[in-house]
């Protein structure tokens, strides 16, 4: 990292709350600015529409990302297509940013047979070959040391496409060994992995300051060697910068980069989750009032790039496309019952195919709930 | 008596338990200010106080190894972990030392805890808030494994769990959280551990024992019910303590029986069904007059889409136990 951008764990922003851009910083091309706008906008209207179908009993489950999307949009518009991704809860839309399909992607929530995943997984658990994004269990933390390990193997194979790796994690999880194991490793042998913690102010019900001790999350890095900054993370402008430099960096061989990134979960943890028993309404207007998209708008109205109307046909067109790939996806059916047993190895043992008898040959199983 | 669900059951066991002792301590992520995910430590931080109702940084390590090191000192913790699912970032604390500190110490360093976690399938929780690990920990010498199928058992057996010199894992079934109702004493008794519960009986020749535990309980009761009407009739054994357990009830209940089908939602290969059916084998093998049965979890991961599939519920225990009877 340039010192500049490092500067003694300082907070790096590009944007300011009233959507002026500072001078001195780089300029990012309005095209991004465009196409980040768009998929912000997207994501937010996917994870309205998903939390509505929840409350209707049509999904199981969402966790949404909810006044976190500059995060991991600057990731999807930085990465190139031979990199790699390894999201935690908050990061499945870096999918949708790289070309992975609204239908594909809305069919995970729903956990039929148009998903990649077979129904494997709950809700927000995506993940996609075609886009390099690999599957999350739900464990807090193992993502990170993998999203080291496949970088280090990118560097052994000195893979000439020069690829990164990017490793997301929550503040909640620098507390688990793991995230340490991954710093340590990723320090020691100069990998090109890029690991940025959502730091979202809270895990479930406990706020960062009684997580830890640190005074950042951002110094964790430092402490294995591994160069840290923190980054305003409800700036795209600023996230979209640190992310640059990083993943370069990663590709000319410099090795790994943690970015701290601030920013806040203005929703509850997940649908199971209501944040009105431990954190102040006030708390979250504050941060409201910080929120990445609006800030990203006054910014493009500045610059003459987005006015009332053509916000109104973006939104209009946004969500006409997911409505129409929810009713898509609400035609097709459920997994069928047989493939429980695909995939547990890549050919079925004897005992699994005893057990696939088994389930054929029994009664049908009641619905949930009956 | 009151009225009380398996979480309130639960809750007021360890608000007794507090108050008697001020050695208790809770811990864990989220088990403070909202009283953990299901609510089941709900109201305790307020009265206790945050010395005493901890909410943890999120380590399932750190939580398990500093509730070792408390213990040895002297207090008695119980730590939570949000879903059994998620123990394993702590499996070391409990496997390499938790269980094994009083025989390596030769008895010098028990460390007494009850380990709290919500296990079970059948709430939409997918591979990893829905598995049953209770025979990862059972293979372990050195720790008693509990698990409640209803409120006054829960509250009873908490109780007994706490006082008992050993290390125990405390697995809630979360299916029947809120479901499974019933009368809660007030104040303070015992469930004794290793006692399993006949909760009913086997009437005419044509008899089946089946055994299970937890959410699956009224399962093995729905089919049962179903079963009287084929002319079938079940005893039925609620093994409540999972490991050591009361091998002599069951045993007694196959003897009468002649017949065996052991329940659980774990996946079928090395599970508690499988040394079950060893230890009847084993003691009463002359007593069987059909082979032994188990109605299990498939050798798969937990599904997500498909869970009611994958679930060994009333559905797929009838037909065993009907099999099993006419053999
Ligand atoms: C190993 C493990 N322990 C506990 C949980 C339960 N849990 C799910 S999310 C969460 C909090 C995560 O907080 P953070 O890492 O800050 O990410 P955020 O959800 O805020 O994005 C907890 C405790 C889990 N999923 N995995």
Redesign the interface.
Known sequence: MSDDLARDLGLFRVLEDDGSARKDRPAVPTAILLRGYREMRRLRLIDAKMILLQRQGRV??YGACTGQEAVPIATGLVLGEHDWVFPALREQSVMLVRGFSLVQFVAQVY??AGDVQK????PS?HSGRTVNQVSW?????PQVPQAVGAAWAMKLRKDPNRPVSIGFLGD??T????FHSAMTFAGLYKVPAVIVCQNNHW????PTH???ASKTIAVKGRAYGVPSVRVDGNDLLAMYTVLSEATQRARDGHGPTFVEALTYRIGAHST??DPT??RSEDEVEAWRKKDPLDRLRKHLVHLGLVDDASDAALEAELTDAINAAVKKVEELP??D?D???DD?YAELPW??RE?REE?RA???????GA | MAQMNLVAAINDALRLAMKADDRVVVMGEDVGKVGGVFRVTQGLYDEFGEDRVIDTPLSEGGILGTAIGMALYGLLPVPEIQFADFIFPGYDQIVSELAKLRYRSGGEYPAKMVIRTPVGGGIRGGLYHSQSPESLFIHVAGLKVVCPSNPYDAKGLLLASLRDPDPVLFFEPKRIYRAARGEVPEGDYTVPLSKAKVVREAQGSKAVTVVAWGAMLYEAIAAAEEAEKQGVSCEIVDLRTLWPLDIDTVVESVKKTGRVVVVHEAPRTCGLGGEIVALVNEKAFLHLEAPPCRVTGFDTPFPYTLEMDYLPLAHRILPAVVATANY
């Open positions: 199981g489950f956990g039929n129904g494997r997984q709950m658990h269990s739900s464990c807090i933390g909640g999880a507390s688990q060994p793991d895990s479930i019900s406990v009684k997580q830890t199971s989750d028993r431990y459920l997994p019952r493939t429980l047993f547990v005992n699994l057990q389930l029994s009664p049908k199983a009641p619905a949930h």
